[in-house]
């Protein structure tokens, strides 16, 4: 709270100070000596609570890019001035940082107060005996009675409720409470060049029952004081924002994932449950998230504190991850928890549960829908989760993964294993690569081969090609998440054996064991033909040139078969090469 002390000083000559009875209220106490203007609100029962969004303008935030002008700053002087000493004030006590509303703001700070013998228009301010003239004090009066009228105390307010709605969280704007501005003129000052008329702005505003500071009365029932705020909250609010961005700070570098854990466990670390507030059913702080990281032990917060929590750091710190809180019921009664949508998937996660001994994180469900509710494995017991009726998410954004996510993790993590239709190359073809580790629970999107070259990327069940030789690893993508690399492919340069050569004419059947008595064929040709099982079963050394359209059994080449095509081809125990096309 400022104070103003005024002393009385005599510098020979030069200052001369009036004493008591020269105050101005002693001579004109109704016209000039004091004002008084009160500024009430209508009243409103729609009001959002102020207090939760002030918490989140304190605590640590993403940066947005904001242009406004504060209406305040468009007010003319000196009503402008008194808007920014005010503004100092207001949100002093919203910090905790001062605990009276009742502000007292020098007459100097808002509007001219100080005035040469010029500027009021008379020929000197002190007499003979060095007292200061009743010409100099009318006039000075005057004119600082003009100065003063043109403050709008009704404007400086509204303008503060309009750009700090916040800040002011503890002032009661109900109907018949609000603000007195009263304009207390005290004393004359002087010296031979100018003449201050002293006084001080005192502005009340009155503080809402909730915020308030409590006495206990002579007759022992609990007072609020009218303008006195309990400095706790906000100390509290202040404590709880350094506490959060000291934990965005520590988790910052991990992976979202990473991240989610760390914030699990430090907010089962600084909070329990709050049953006391659960049995007294009145909200208030318990549901809110400033009692989790306010660093106080007897501050406990129920799930809704719980989940608020979790859905901030999550909301400040991840880049995949969307933490959402959801309203509904479980077997104990009403309950908050969250749900966190990652990689095309979402999972419940229950802090409140979770802090008391459960597994719920990242959690799928193990039956149910989003309708009649999902049943979620706590690892010592089932827990039935149920929505409340038109919930604000979509059906998307509710339905839960059947996996939990670390069943995922895994499946994502996992280096694919590789197949290759042959170790060698030769120019014009390459060899055909395919992932054969697949879980069908999360399948691939895509598969990556890599090669000093760099890589190449295929579609979700398609064959990637390799026309050089050299050293190869194999990835695939699941959900957006690149797995780890599978186990070196090694491939080498060869050439096609050279042997007896056959072409099968156009729309041919090659039956079973048709050349299995000419084990020389080395190559052979083929368009548009049924090739059937161990059609070339005796052939030791066959390169089988597939040109188009052929259709061909299981087993009807060995294992050892090079299978020359000109597109990519499915293959079951023969390896083959695939013919570059031709640019």
Known sequence: MKKVFFRIILLCAMLYSVSMAEEIRAESPAAAAEREETIVFPASGSETAPEADYISRKMPHRIRLRVTRLSGM?????????YLALREEVTAVAAGEQASTIFEIPYGEVFQNTYTAGELGIESILDENRKITQEAKDAALAAM??????????????????????????????????????????????????????????????????????SIGADGTAVSAEYEVDTGYGESVQAAARNAEQILNQAAGMDDYGKLCYFRDAICSLTDYNHEAVADKVYGDPWQLVWVFDGKPNTKVVCEGYAKAFQYLAGMATTEATVISVQGRIPAGAHMWNIVATHGHNYLVDLTNQDSGYDLFMKGYTSGDTDTGYTVDGGTSNIRYIYNERLEWSEAELTLSPFDYTAWKAAVEQAPEAEISHDTVYPGYAAAVRVIHEDGLFPATGMIIHGEAGANETEAGETG??????????SVIRDGVESSASPPIEIAVGEIPDGDRVRIPDGSVVESEAFAENPGITIAEAHNCSIQRDAFRDCEHLAMAIVSGCTIEDGGFPEWTLLCTDRIETWDGNRFLIRIAEE
């Open 74 to 82: 468009r007010l003319s002087s000196p009503s402008r001035e008194l």
């Open 145 to 214: 009675t003009a100065k003063r009228e043109q403050v709008s105390g009704r404007a400086a307010i509204q303008c503060l409720v309009n750009d700090y709605p916040y800040e002011l969280y503890w002032y009661n704007k109900s109907e018949g409470a609000g603000t007195k501005i009263i304009y207390r003129t005290t004393t004359y000052s002087a010296t031979t060049s100018q003449i201050s008329v002293n006084g001080t702005i005192i502005v009340q505003m009155t503080v809402s029952a909730d915020y308030a500071a409590v």
């Open 465 to 474: 090609l390799i026309s050089e030789a050299g050293s190869y690893t194999v």
